[in-house]
Every structure is written in structure tokens, then in C-alpha cells.
């Protein structure tokens, strides 16, 4: 090799070399860092393109004479680098193997000598034909490489420029392979607790807030005519916004579970599944009735969140509310999920996999794609309660309600809070009521119901019968619409029965509970023993210091007397009826230390079959009200 080809050699070897280091330096940057955006991706492209350039001088450098050989070897080993097109040239022959009708597939697969079930093996054709793609000669291919070509194609997917303009209805499945590659999309939106709050929301009573599907727009309360934007002329009309607003522990969130649930002569036995995926039918909402009137003749949908914010982060968060509206919706509407997420139904259908994560900002584009899409056949509500109760700000909230009703008009939104200016500014010119001042007959009856169930208070009734319904009418009253309040003062009130209070005791105890809420919690927590209070501290404290609700299990081993009781535990599984003994006993501990502000979730699945509650039943606050109040320097 002559001085001049030789020095362009070493020069053509350095631009390699600098375009390797750089290409290599730029990927190592991106998995360490976990940055997948398409300008880094155009990045890595530009410099695969500048290599390209390189190779052919470098191949030439086989004809090399023995003289130059470690030169040409290094040149030739450059040259073997692969194009960073290679990916993309083999996703489009993917693609095209994938399109084949459901014969064509199968077909493909027994000559591959691969047992196919698509029923359960969503993604096993994608691997199988991958692997034919992938294999020269007939040789086997590792299933690491096989793996490793994979997410090469599931990032070549994702970083396509337009997110929905790819048409991934391209891939065919049988109808159980389509419905398993449904399920596991679904899946990936699924969280911890999903139904957790709801499940938490106190059941109205019976016989109450009927009121909230009565034609008239005003109610007789206490001798007065409350005047209120009919809700259900709003649930049959075209009109998008409704607010439902009240105080602290008036009944807001209750009364937006009321709407949601199923009617008394239509239980959720019609659902499905176990405790978590329990889906109840939309058509047996309360309010299904009145907004099918508006959506007809199209296909009605409903989807409901409720915030919480002394739960896991989920639950008070967008990503919470996003992944929950998204899950209802696509459960009674799948067949939109190639529209709204054409690359991960892509994913799912090609490999059988899903994100396991989900940006909030990709989220927020799936429910907005998803109204875009379902307005062509469809109509929706939602319901959406405790906006006061989001981690974030109320703002962007607001902002994003108002921009999904503006864009559409097939959609409706119902949403709960509490009165705060920014509420009240917001929402305050349309459509609304205000839950304490429509209340006061069912405070009734659930005051006469609960003192009715009492055999020593009806005792009392029957010997006095003028003072006892004084006695209601005075509670109901002072309890100005607050449902909570009514609720911890009657079963304080009904705990002096055990005492043998007389009538006038009861009144005497009733004037002495404050009517405000804070105050009442004050007057609650200095009535404790003061033997507990240091205990009672220790139990809030451990609530606030817990990043996610702590089960009765976990609060039990935490309440153990030593911190070396643990290690003197025998290792392994406890015993069952270990475990029972531990969860009755903290379960009564919290109620005599903690005067009920802090609860047992005693909705599905916390009791087993003997009736004692379950290990994984979690310790939260009663209500909002009560974590506010045991933060503030009153407590």
C-alpha cells in the first residue's frame, strides 16, 4: 500500500473511530439516563448516516498486501458495523408479516414447527416470525438476541414521528387474541387501589337523596324554599359543566357515589371478577336512566374518579385521575385503543407487552384522543369528585376540565368540591348546588334511623316521646347540613345509653358539643383517657409517616411494646389464627385510643370467611376533615 493510501486509510479508520465514539457516547448517555425523544433518536440516525459514508473506503481495504494487514484488518473490522437503519429496515418486514390474514399466520407458524394458541399467546407469532427474520442458514438464534432485537423494534416504534398517525389496525388477530391483547393494554393503566376511595365513601342511606332526581328546582328545607340548578334536567339536557359544591363533611362525595352506584333493584352482582376488577355495568347507574335520554340513540359512557388525598399518590394526583377515566372507558369501549394508543396497542399485539410506565403528559393525550374518537358514535359524562382534594395546582385542574368540554360537545362533566374561591370563581356561573342546604330531611332520617336501631333509646321514646323527638329535631338543627358532624355526634350520644343517661342528659351533652367541626374534634380528643393520649399521638404519627396506608397488620407489628419483639419472632409464615388474634386486637386498640378519626377500610374483601377482618384492610383518617384538623396546631 503506497504512503498516500495508506494515510487516507488512517484518516478515513480516525473519522470512523470519531463517529463511533461519538454514536457509542450518545446511546450510553440515553440508557443511563433513560431520555427516548425523537431529537435524540434523529441524533443517532445522523451520525449511523455519516458512518455509512465511511464504510465503503473501508472495505476496500481487504486488497491490502501482507506489508499493511494490521491496518486493513482494523479497517475491515469497522466496516462490519451495522447501519442504524437495519432496525427500521426490519420492523417494516415485521410489519408486513404481521398483516397477513389469520390463515396466512398460522400457515407461517407450522412451517416454523410452532405450536400457535392465540388465545393465550398474544406476541408468541411476532417472536416466531422475529426469529425467521433473525435466523441465516437455518442456525438457531439465541433467545437473548431475540429479546434484544425486540425492544430495538418497540423503540423504533416509539420514536416514529407522529403518534397518531400510525394505523396500527394493520395487525390481525383472532377475536380472543384481540380480547387478551385488550386486557393486558387495560392492565398497564391499572394501579394499586384504583377503587380504593370509592370503596371508602360512605353509602347514602336508605331513602335518602332521592331529592337529586326530583323535577322541581326548589325544596322545602326548615320552612324554607332552597332554589338549585336541577340536576336532573341538567343530566337529560345538552349543558357540559354541573358543580356540586358544600362544606367540609356535608355529604359531597357520598352524594357523587349515589350517582354512580348501582340502584337498589340492580346489584353488583351483574360485575365481574374479583374485589379490585369488580366492574359494575353502566346501564345500572342511578343516573344511567336520565343521561340515556340525552345520548340517544348513541351509545352512553360513564367514567368516575374520586380524589383523596390521604391516600397513595394516585389517588390525588392527574396521573391517578388520567389512568382511571381511561381504564372505564376502555373497558366499555376497547375497540378505541388502536386509535388512541396506535404504538402500545402495537406493542401489546406484536410482543404481548406493555408500558410500565406512563407519562402524564401521553395520558392526558389518550383521554383527550379518546373523547375525539368516541364523539363520533358516542356521548360521555364524567364524574369527577374532590378537586379541593388534588395534590397540584387546582389551576391546571380547571384548565384541563374546561378545555375537554370545550373541545367537544358530545361530552359532560360533573365535578365536587369544596366552596373555595377558585372553585367558586371557576364554576360558579353554571349549573350547581350546594349539598347542606338540600340535606336537611335526610339528616332526618338517618337521625331517626339510628336512634330507632337503639332498643334502649326506643325504651326511652316510648316513656317520653315529646323530649326524644325534641331531642332529634335540636340535632338536626345544629348539625347545619354536615352529615359527618350528625354521625359522630349521634353515636357519642348513643354511647351514653351503656351509661343510663336520662333524656335530659342527652340534651345536656348535645348543647355541649359544638356545632363546628374542628372544635367538635377538639372537644373529642381531650375526652380521651389520658392514659392513651401519648398512645393516640404515636397512631397519627405513624399514619403521617407512612408513604402509602399502612394495613392493620403492619400497625399491629409497629405497636408491639419493644422494638426487639421482632427479632424475637420465630421466622417464617405466622399462623392464621396469630394473625386474627393481632388484627381484632388492634382493631379495638384504634377505636379506644383514637375515638374513630382513625378507620379500618370495611368495604369488599376485609373480612374472611369467619367474619374477622383481613391483614391487608388499611388504617387511614375517617375523612379529609380530620387529617386537616390533626396537622393543625389545635391538635
Keep these: 500500500m503506497d504512503p498516500f493510501t495508506a494515510f487516507s486509510l488512517v484518516g478515513t479508520v480516525l473519522q470512523f473511530l470519531d463517529c463511533g465514539s461519538r454514536f457509542i457516547s450518545l446511546a450510553r448517555s440515553l440508557y443511563q439516563t433513560g431520555s427516548d425523544t425523537p431529537e435524540t433518536y434523529d441524533h443517532l440516525i445522523k451520525i449511523a448516516k455519516d458512518l455509512e459514508t465511511i464504510l465503503p473506503e473501508l472495505k476496500d481495504a481487504k486488497s491490502a498486501g501482507e506489508k499493511d494487514k494490521d491496518l486493513a484488518q482494523l479497517a475491515v473490522g469497522c466496516s462490519k458495523v451495522k447501519s442504524a437503519h437495519h432496525v427500521d429496515e426490519k420492523l417494516t418486514a415485521y410489519r408486513k408479516h404481521v398483516s397477513q390474514s389469520l390463515d396466512q399466520q398460522d400457515e407461517c407458524l407450522r412451517r416454523l414447527g410452532v405450536v400457535h394458541d392465540q388465545t393465550l399467546n398474544v406476541g408468541r407469532i411476532a417472536a416466531s416470525i422475529l426469529e425467521r427474520l433473525m435466523s441465516k442458514g437455518g442456525k438457531h438464534v439465541p433467545d437473548g438476541e431475540v429479546m434484544l432485537i425486540q425492544h430495538d423494534l418497540v423503540q423504533a416504534i416509539s420514536t416514529e414521528a407522529d403518534k397518531f398517525s400510525l394505523n396500527s389496525n394493520y395487525i390481525q388477530l383472532s377475536q380472543p387474541g384481540r380480547q387478551r391483547a385488550q386486557s393486558l393494554f387495560k392492565a398497564s393503566l391499572k394501579y394499586d387501589d384504583m377503587i380504593d376511595r370509592e370503596r371508602r365513601i360512605a353509602t347514602a342511606h336508605e331513602s335518602t337523596l332521592q331529592w337529586v332526581f326530583h323535577d322541581a328546582g326548589f325544596q322545602e ?103 382511571t377515566l381511561l381504564y372505564q372507558i376502555i373497558s366499555q369501549c376497547p375497540e378505541i385503543i388502536a386509535e388512541i394508543a396506535p404504538k402500545h396497542w402495537e406493542e401489546v ?181 389520658q392514659r392513651y393520649l401519648e398512645h393516640a399521638a404515636q397512631y397519627f404519627a405513624l399514619v403521617e409517616a407512612a408513604e402509602i396506608p399502612l394495613t392493620i397488620l403492619q400497625f399491629a407489628y409497629a405497636d408491639e411494646e419493644s422494638p426487639e419483639s421482632a427479632l424475637k419472632m420465630t421466622c417464617g409464615r405466622p399462623d392464621e389464627s396469630d394473625i386474627s388474634l393481632r388484627v381484632e386486637a388492634m382493631s379495638r386498640r384504634l377505636n379506644s385510643r383514637c375515638k374513630g378519626f382513625l378507620e379500618i377500610d370495611r368495604g369488599l374483601g376485609s373480612t374472611n370467611g369467619n367474619g374477622y377482618l383481613t391483614s391487608n384492610v388499611t388504617v387511614q383518617y375517617l375523612h379529609r376533615t380530620v387529617r386537616d384538623f390533626i396537622q393543625s396546631p389545635k391538635a
Design 221 to 323: 328545607q326548615q320552612s324554607r324554599r332552597v332554589k338549585w340548578s336541577n340536576l336532573r334536567e341538567w343530566l337529560e339536557s345538552d349543558q357540559q359543566l354541573y358543580w356540586i359544591t358544600g362544606k367540609a363533611g356535608s355529604g359531597k362525595s357520598t352524594l357523587m357515589k349515589f350517582l354512580c352506584s348501582p340502584t337498589a333493584d340492580m346489584p353488583p352482582s351483574s360485575g365481574v371478577q374479583e374485589e379490585e376488577d369488580c366492574e359494575v355495568p353502566v346501564k345500572s347507574y342511578r343516573c344511567h336512566s336520565y343521561l340515556k335520554k340525552w345520548a340517544d340513540p348513541s351509545l352512553l359512557v360513564v367514567a368516575s374518579f374520586y380524589f383523596w388525598n390521604s391516600g397513595k399518590e394516585m389517588q390525588m394526583t392527574q396521573s391517578g385521575l388520567l389512568r
Design 349 to 529: 399485539c406484536l410482543f404481548g407487552r406493555y408500558p410500565e410506565h406512563w407519562p402524564a403528559q401521553v395520558l392526558h393525550d389518550m383521554l383527550f384522543q379518546a373523547v375525539d374518537t368516541l364523539s363520533k358514535t358516542s356521548k360521555i359524562c364524567l364524574f369527577v369528585d374532590g378537586l379541593d382534594e388534588f395534590a397540584n395546582k387546582h389551576e391546571d385542574l380547571i384548565s384541563m376540565v374546561k378545555d375537554l368540554i370545550q373541545r367537544n360537545t358530545q361530552l359532560k362533566v360533573c365535578v365536587a368540591s369544596r366552596p373555595w374561591n377558585i372553585f367558586q370563581d371557576a364554576l360558579g356561573q353554571g349549573p350547581s348546588l350546594r349539598v347542606e342546604d338540600l340535606t336537611f330531611n335526610d339528616i332526618k332520617v338517618f337521625v331517626e334511623s339510628k336512634f330507632h336501631a337503639d332498643p334502649e333509646f326506643e325504651k326511652l321514646r316510648g316513656r317520653y316521646p315529646s323530649y326524644t323527638n325534641q331531642l332529634i329535631e335540636n340535632i338536626i338543627v345544629k348539625a347545619s347540613g354536615v352529615f359527618l358532624w350528625v354521625d359522630l355526634v349521634v353515636t357519642s350520644l348513643l354511647a351514653g345509653m351503656t351509661r343510663g343517661d336520662r333524656i335530659q342528659d342527652f340534651q345536656q351533652r348535645l348543647d355541649e358539643l359544638p356545632p363546628d367541626l374542628d372544635k367538635l374534634y377538639e372537644k373529642i380528643l381531650y375526652s380521651l383517657d
